[in-house]
């Protein structure tokens, strides 16, 4: 008796062409994606393989532990009839130091949208063709990205000038 | 205040007063709270209001979601520079006179939240009258706070602007 295809194998094949590395960790699969091919290969996923769900665009910042400083992680998950085609993968992008971008993904998900929003309000990262570029959180004239690891987050000074301004014009 | 009656008034009962003592008996038995509830605090001070604890008994059950018909504003939650904007332009549009109650530790000084966003306390900009402390605090330290404006109001009359 053979066993079924590995949904996670079919997969591989795939997006192989766009995969750099991947890893696994407690049966959690991520794959390394590079940064000038993620739109191709969000839509393959999305278009061919069902991964209609972008769960969450997130950033992480290691400063001087690992390099390069970031890396945009995106959670897709693909619903199924069965159990099995029940999946949820991870991409990892990593993203230069100075000046990071990357493509946005808003045209595959559009739920991408305020979700990259999110990523450039507290990390700057550029994400370019993205429809709506403003903060989402922080006021829109902040001028610092307070989850960056170099970022002191007891710093008000920047939140008070916001505060001040945004007086200021209520009282025109 | 006195009580009067005489053969020459015809034997009515009448009352000698000054008219801003009728005017602060009226204001501090029918304050009108303008909830501004940003957070966990909120939820405290929706149990104050409803049935169970009342503030119905103290005069101040009519809250009020639009300023400009409300003299008491119980600011409950977390408030951070970007909600700080807005609440002091409520607190504006609110007629005189006017009082503020700080609910809670994050509005005292913040509370747990010592970061970039977050009001280290709500008397960086609006005149608090009376703070009260806790985490939630509990509904009968709200009742407390209202009372001592009461007696506030007793006492001082209208804050001089
Ligand atoms: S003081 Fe505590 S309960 Fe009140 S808003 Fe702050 S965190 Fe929430």
Redesign the pocket.
Known sequence: MTSPPDPVDQIRERISGYILSESTFRGEISFAVGVESIVECCSLLKNTLGFTYLVDVTVVDYLTVKFPRYEVVYLLHRFGENYEENLRIRLKVALEQDGPAIDSVTPVWSGANWLEREAYDMFGITFRGHPDPRRILMPEDYDQFPLRKDFDVRDRESSKRSFERALDEGLE | MGVSSGPLLGGDGFLTTKISAVANWGRKNSLWPMAFG?????I?MMGTFSSRFDIARFGAETVRFSPRQADLMIV???ITYKMASVCRRIYEQMPEPKWVIA??????GG???DSYAVVQGIDEFLPVDVYVG????RPEALIDAVMKIQKKIDNEGPPIV
């Open positions: 940003t957070a966990c605090c909120a405290e409950s939650g977390t609910m809670g530790s994050c509005t005292c509370g747990p939240f806790g985490c939630p605090p």
